[in-house]
């Protein structure tokens, strides 16, 4: 065997291991017995922008904090922390793939409670209809041999939808575990 081949198959291997350990953990709600909602709302904003989240929506009289749909983050945007395991940023750098986040903020028994859905997205896109070898290039758009781009079709537009894979626990978790940290410092 060549050393590419190996190569290739140590790749393979390593893929299909991460791609196939994700396990399922619960994110649980954060309550904390002195706080207030004013002051737990300001941290979870400095929390998700620290994430590079952008928070759409906030609304401490309703107690609900909701980000923009962030792209989820590639191999080499070391700066973004939205993939906290190997099967998420496997998922980012092989899909099109975004999250959003959702805070609730709740007062319950006395204390305030936080809890986070970190839901995850992944973009479909339909196929073009491919007459000849030669036009393989074009499967997905109207790209050229020499320039890709992608140029969708009206009806590949229209087709067009974000496929719901659900939520990001381990997400959920760290985000919740750093505004807890805050609030906890803030004390």
């Known amino acids: 065997m060549t050393k590419q ?13 991460f791609g196939c350990s994700q396990q399922q953990i619960e994110s649980k709600p954060v309550c904390l017995a002195q706080a207030d909602i004013e002051s737990a709302m300001q941290q979870a904003e400095l929390v998700l922008l620290k994430m590079n989240f952008v928070v759409e929506k906030s609304d401490s009289d309703v107690g609900i904090m909701r980000t923009r749909p962030l792209a989820g983050s590639q191999f080499f945007e070391f700066w973004k922390k939205d993939n906290q395991d190997d099967y998420n940023g496997a998922m980012s750098n092989l899909h099109t793939i975004q999250k959003t986040v959702e805070l609730s903020f709740t007062s319950k028994n006395g204390q305030l409670c936080i809890d986070c859905v970190a839901r995850v997205e992944r973009l479909s896109i339909p196929e073009k209809e491919i007459d000849s070898a030669a036009r393989a290039y074009g499967m997905f758009s109207a790209s050229s041999e020499t320039s890709q781009s992608l140029e969708l079709a009206g009806k590949q537009l229209a087709l067009m939808e974000w496929i719901d894979l659900g939520r990001d626990a381990k997400l ?14 803030q004390r």
């Open 5 to 17: 081949k190996v190569l290739w198959m140590l790749i393979t291997v390593t893929g299909l291991f």
């Open 172 to 185: 959920e978790t760290v985000i919740l575990d750093e505004i807890n940290k805050k609030l906890n410092t």
